[in-house]
């Protein structure tokens, strides 16, 4: 499993409507609403990485937020995010791009990166989601703030889970495919679907080695109560609120 299996699967014309259809109809949870404007306000520049079909970014812009930059390595997600963009009268700018090399853009260029849906997790190999952390970190202004969310291991919904998966790696009986302990494949319509579900120790290492101080670490459930298409959507996941130092 490689990114460019991953980016296979999100050009995909199923998955894809499925993440028009989030974008046309849910639009912004409550909880991302309630964190993005906390933390960000109207006038700041704004990128959205893994923006899929547009869902986070045009919820924000129907919101006033004028700055939004969306990037996705899925061509066809952006065609549609931007086929939603006019169809909706909003303002923001969509690009094809790599979380892991936005040479496109300058270092503090942007006041707030966000990466939703769990999609930082999505990308294969620490060493990769690390990197797509310090680019995320290049491109924050100094003070600015990097949000995104992750499954977490310590649910205890999938406590019996992990304790059978420890057993397995300890084993040496995990799929070759997987690179980590904490890598995953779940099953979609479309075939199986790659995913990193990290602990809470292991995202404060990578973001405290990047630079980032972090903020705020909660469950989305203590954020707000989610509607129930929110619910079918995703489960239960936390939301991470990185700042860059504003000395640096």
């Keep these: 499993m490689n990114v460019n299996d991953v980016m296979e699967h999100f050009n995909l014309e199923g998955v894809v409507q499925e993440y028009v259809g989030a974008a046309d109809r849910i639009g912004l949870w409550k909880s991302e609403e309630a964190v993005f404007t906390k933390v960000f306000n109207k006038n700041q520049r704004l990128l959205e990485l893994g923006c899929g079909a547009g869902r986070i970014a045009l919820g924000l812009a129907a919101r006033g937020y004028g700055h939004i930059t969306g990037v996705d390595f899925a061509i066809n997600m952006i065609i549609e995010a931007e086929r939603l963009r006019q169809k909706k009268g909003l ?31 999505q990308i294969p190999k620490k060493q990769e989601r690390e990197v797509v952390m310090r680019e995320a970190y290049r491109v924050l202004a100094p ?58 120790a292991e995202i404060r290492d990578v973001a405290e080695r990047v630079g980032f101080k972090i903020e705020s670490n909660q469950w989305r459930s203590e954020i707000a109560r989610e509607r129930r298409d929110v619910l079918e959507m995703s489960e239960e996941c936390r939301f991470w609120v990185l700042q860059k130092p504003i000395w640096i």
Excluded: C
Aim: net charge positive; proline share 3%.
């Design 91 to 121: 303002e923001a700018r969509f690009r094809a791009g790599d979380a892991r090399d936005l040479k496109e853009f300058k270092n503090k260029e942007f006041d707030g990166v966000i990466f939703g849906f769990n999609g930082l997790m």
């Design 143 to 200: 003070g600015g703030y990097f949000v995104f969310t992750t499954h977490d291991r310590n649910n205890p919904r999938w406590k019996l889970f992990w304790i059978e998966e420890t057993k397995r790696w300890y084993k040496g009986k995990q799929s070759g495919l997987l690179y980590n302990f904490g890598d995953i494949f779940t099953d979609t319509p479309y075939g199986k679907v790659y995913l990193h579900i990290p602990d809470d």
